[in-house]
C-alpha cells in the first residue's frame, strides 16, 4: 500500500529535534509570541530573502490579513487564478475585496500574465497569484504588468517553499507573500500556522499589530485587528524542521524526475518539466481524460492519489453569483487534475512501482 500521504510518516526524519522542541517551549513557561516565534520569523525571513516574516495563525489568515493591511476601498478588485486553492478567493471576500478571476497558462496552469491586461479596470488593487503545486508563477511580466496598472502584488506561496524564480526566493518576488504551515505543506506545523514575508518596513508593522488585536504595545489599539497569533509551540516546531527543508526539496525533485523520466502511459498529460531544479514539487499533478477510471485503476493496486482540486471556485456554491463565468482553462482542468504521491519519504521503490503500475494501464 502507497498511501497518498502518510504524516505520521514525514514527520519521523524530525521526530528527536520536534522532541527537542516542544520540551524547550514547555518549559519555557511562555507559550505565546515570545522567543520561538521571534526566532523562527528571523530565520524564515533569512530563508526566503525578506527583511520581515510575520508569524500568524494560518495561511488563510497570512493573505486576509495582508489585504485589510492594504486597506483598499471596499469592493476594490483582486486579480485571482481562476484554478486557485479556495483560501486564495476567501482571503479577497474575507477582506472586503471582489475578486476577478483569469484563466491561467494552460501549459504551467499558473495564472498567465498576457490575459491580465484585459481583467484590469479603474477598481483593480493588487494581484495574488498563487504558486501552485510548488513552482513560481511568471513574475518579471505579472510584476511588469502591475508596475504598469500601481498594483500592489500578494503572493500566494502556500505550497511554494523554497521555491525559486530567477535567482530569489518564493515569497521575496511580490510586495508581500502569505505562507501557510498546514501539516501536508512542504514546510508543515503539527497543527494550523502561517506567515508573511515582506520587505515592506510600514506594512510588516501594521501586520504585527493586526495579528494580536491591533496592538503593538499593550492594551493600547491602533486597528481593529484580530486574534491570529502564531504558538510558540507551533514556530518551535517550524525552527526545528526548517533546516532540512532543502535536502526535503531535494528528494522531491529527485521523485519528481523520476516520474517525468519514467511515465510513458500517453493517456496523461504531464507536468511541465522546464525547471525541475526550481520548483518544490508540492504535488506531482498529472491530467486524465478519465480521472476516476485512473484513479480507481490505482486504488484497486494499493496506490493512493488525490485531486487539488475537484471544483473551480466559481463553481462552488459559496461563490454562487461567479457561477455564470465562463473559464473553459480552468473548468476543464478541475475535471482533468489528479495527484500522484510524491513527498520525501517516499522511497525509489515505490516511485518505480507507481511507474511501472501507471504504464501497464490499458487505456
Ligand atoms: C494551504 C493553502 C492555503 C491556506 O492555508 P491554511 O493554512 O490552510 O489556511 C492558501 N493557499 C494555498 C494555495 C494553499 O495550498
Not at 142 to 170: C, P, T
Not at 328 to 338: A, D, F, G, N, W
Amino acid at each position: 500500500m502507497i498511501p497518498f500521504l502518510d504524516l505520521k510518516r514525514s514527520n519521523e526524519p524530525h521526530q528527536e529535534a520536534i522532541q527537542a522542541a516542544t520540551n524547550r517551549v514547555l518549559q519555557s513557561g511562555w507559550y505565546i509570541l515570545g522567543e520561538e516565534v521571534s526566532a523562527f520569523e528571523r530565520s524564515f525571513a533569512h530563508y526566503c530573502g525578506t527583511r520581515h516574516c510575520i508569524g500568524v495563525a494560518n495561511g488563510l489568515d497570512a493573505l486576509t490579513l495582508v489585504l485589510k493591511a492594504w486597506a483598499f476601498e471596499p469592493g476594490s478588485e483582486v486579480i485571482v487564478p481562476s484554478n486557485a486553492y479556495i483560501a486564495s478567493v476567501l482571503s479577497i471576500t474575507l477582506a472586503g475585496l471582489t475578486p476577478v478571476f483569469v484563466e491561467p497558462d494552460p501549459a504551467t496552469y499558473l495564472l498567465d500574465p498576457a490575459r491580465i491586461d484585459a481583467a484590469v479596470t479603474a477598481r483593480t488593487k493588487a494581484i495574488l497569484p498563487v504558486h501552485l503545486y510548488g513552482r513560481c508563477c511568471a513574475m518579471t511580466a505579472i510584476n511588469a504588468v502591475a508596475s504598469a496598472y500601481d498594483l500592489l502584488v500578494l503572493e500566494d506561496a502556500a505550497q511554494a517553499h523554497g521555491a525559486r524564480y530567477s535567482g530569489k526566493r518564493a515569497g521575496a518576488l511580490g510586495h508581500a507573500a502569505g505562507w501557510s504551515f498546514y501539516p501536508s505543506k512542504n514546510l508543515g506545523a503539527l497543527g494550523d500556522a502561517g506567515a508573511i514575508t515582506t520587505n515592506d518596513d510600514d506594512l510588516a508593522d501594521r501586520l504585527r499589530a493586526l495579528r494580536n488585536y491591533g496592538s503593538a504595545q499593550k492594551y493600547v489599539n491602533d486597528y481593529v485587528g484580530v486574534n491570529s497569533r502564531l504558538d510558540e509551540l507551533q514556530a518551535a516546531i517550524l525552527s526545528a524542521k526548517l533546516p532540512r527543508l532543502d535536502e526535503e526539496n531535494h528528494r522531491r525533485r529527485a521523485l519528481a524526475a523520476l516520474y517525468l523520466n519514467g511515465i510513458r502511459q500517453t493517456s496523461l498529460r504531464l507536468p511541465p518539466a522546464d525547471q525541475v531544479d526550481q520548483d518544490v514539487w508540492h504535488l506531482f499533478v498529472v491530467r486524465h481524460p478519465r480521472r476516476e477510471l485512473f484513479r480507481s485503476y490505482l486504488r484497486e493496486r494499493g496506490i493512493g492519489t488525490d485531486v487539488h482540486y475537484p471544483i473551480a471556485p466559481h463553481h462552488q456554491r459559496a461563490y454562487h453569483p461567479f457561477a455564470h463565468q465562463s473559464l473553459p482553462i480552468s473548468e476543464q482542468l478541475h475535471e482533468e487534475v489528479v495527484s500522484l504521491p510524491l513527498n520525501p519519504t517516499l522511497t525509489d521503490a515505490d516511485v518505480a512501482y507507481i511507474i511501472d503500475t501507471v504504464n501497464s494501464m490499458r487505456e
